[in-house]
């Protein structure tokens, strides 16, 4: 379902005088952050007065806690509850006057919204580029409704298609269980590396909110029954989660040049 993008950034049609010759206006162009604002915007407007909400993480996500914050401010929405799936996200809500609680408090959440590094035709999706991913599928996983909002260039045509599969190690032995991780996907030409700061071999090890480090899966086919791949992953000793989120999206609203789209299980 295509439906027009939202007039968020105050563009307006000018009238052209009767009879007058001019050539056809020109598209506008918008930005990837104007298109994931857009895909956020569009997904807050599912967010209702009363509602415990999963608060994502990353860039697209932002847009989304940012504007119902303002909202909140604005006296359209009440009561609501945040849980935030990172600490990142946890200051961002604080700093914006979002009341917050946890998993323990509230085990139900009426929605999440948040990003995604892919989506495929399946509504499948690859999450864990920014480093959250254990704590974002706790929560999202606690949802009734997921919405996945994204800019159309994460779309592809299978999961681990277009960059790292992220897969949240412990620090213990966290070389042993790279290898292994490497090994199991050795069909798919699979490297796998652990993630640092600057993404460089030298660079300071990246450790999660939980302490933990991050192998990164980099696949050159496409790794099959992604249930199989998710089991394997978890049988590891070692691995404690991996960026795959099947079968959890519930909506994935697709912002692009033309309009939104909305793609519902």
Same mark, same amino acid.
């Given at each position: 379902?295509?439906?027009?993008?939202?007039?968020?950034?105050?563009?307006?049609?000018?009238?052209?005088?009767?009879?007058?010759?001019?050539?056809?206006?020109?598209?506008?162009?918008?930005?990837?952050?104007?298109?994931?604002?857009?895909?956020?915007?569009? #997904?807050?407007?599912?967010?209702?007065?009363?509602?415990?909400?999963?608060?994502?993480?990353?860039?697209?996500?932002?847009?989304?806690?940012?504007?119902?914050?303002?909202?909140?401010?604005?006296?359209?929405?009440?009561?609501?509850?945040?849980?935030?799936?990172?600490?990142?996200?946890?200051?961002?809500?604080?700093?914006?006057?979002?009341?917050?609680?946890?998993?323990?408090?509230?085990?139900?959440?009426?929605?999440?919204?948040? *990003? #995604?590094?892919?989506?495929?035709?399946?509504?499948?999706?690859?999450?864990?580029?920014?480093?959250?991913?254990?704590?974002?599928?706790?929560?999202?996983?606690?949802?009734?409704?997921?919405?996945?909002?994204?800019?159309?260039?994460?779309?592809?045509?299978?999961?681990?298609?277009?960059? #790292?599969?992220?897969?949240?190690?412990?620090?213990?032995?966290?070389?042993?269980?790279?290898?292994?991780?490497?090994?199991?996907?050795?069909?798919?030409?699979?490297?796998?590396?652990?993630?640092?700061?600057?993404? *460089?071999?030298?660079?300071?090890?990246?450790?999660?909110?939980?302490?933990?480090?991050?192998?990164?899966?980099?696949?050159?086919?496409?790794?099959?029954?992604?249930?199989?791949?998710?089991?394997?992953? $978890?049988?590891?000793?070692?691995?404690?989660?991996?960026?795959?989120? $099947?079968?959890?999206?519930?909506?994935?609203?697709?912002? *692009?040049?033309?309009?939104?789209?909305?793609?519902?299980?």
């Amino acid at each position: 379902m295509a439906i027009p993008c939202p007039s968020i950034f105050g563009s307006e049609m000018v009238p052209i005088e009767s009879g007058a010759m001019s050539p056809p206006p020109s598209p506008l162009i918008l930005t990837q952050d104007e298109l994931k604002k857009i895909a956020a915007y569009k #997904a807050v407007e599912f967010v209702q007065s009363g509602m415990v909400l999963g608060l994502g993480t990353g860039s697209t996500a932002k847009h989304a806690v940012d504007r119902i914050a303002d909202l909140l401010h604005q006296g359209k929405l009440k009561n609501i509850i945040g849980i935030p799936t990172s600490k990142k996200t946890h200051q961002q809500a604080v700093s914006l006057g979002i009341p917050l609680s946890d998993l323990d408090s509230h085990p139900i959440v009426d929605l999440a919204i948040d *990003g #995604a590094d892919e989506v495929d035709s399946n509504l499948n999706l690859v999450k864990g580029r920014g480093g959250s991913l254990l704590r974002e599928k706790m929560i999202e996983s606690a949802c009734k409704k997921f919405i996945v909002i994204v800019d159309e260039s994460k779309l592809v045509p299978h999961v681990g298609a277009c960059g #790292a599969m992220p897969v949240e190690v412990v620090p213990f032995c966290w070389k042993f269980t790279q290898d292994k991780l490497q090994s199991l996907f050795d069909y798919a030409g699979c490297v796998a590396k652990l993630r640092s700061n600057n993404g *460089g071999e030298d660079g300071e090890i990246f450790v999660t909110d939980n302490g933990n480090y991050i192998v990164d899966l980099f696949f050159k086919k496409d790794v099959g029954d992604l249930k199989i791949a998710s089991d394997a992953i $978890l049988r590891l000793a070692g691995a404690v989660e991996h960026g795959m989120f $099947l079968d959890m999206a519930t909506t994935v609203i697709v912002a *692009g040049e033309l309009g939104i789209t909305i793609k519902n299980k």
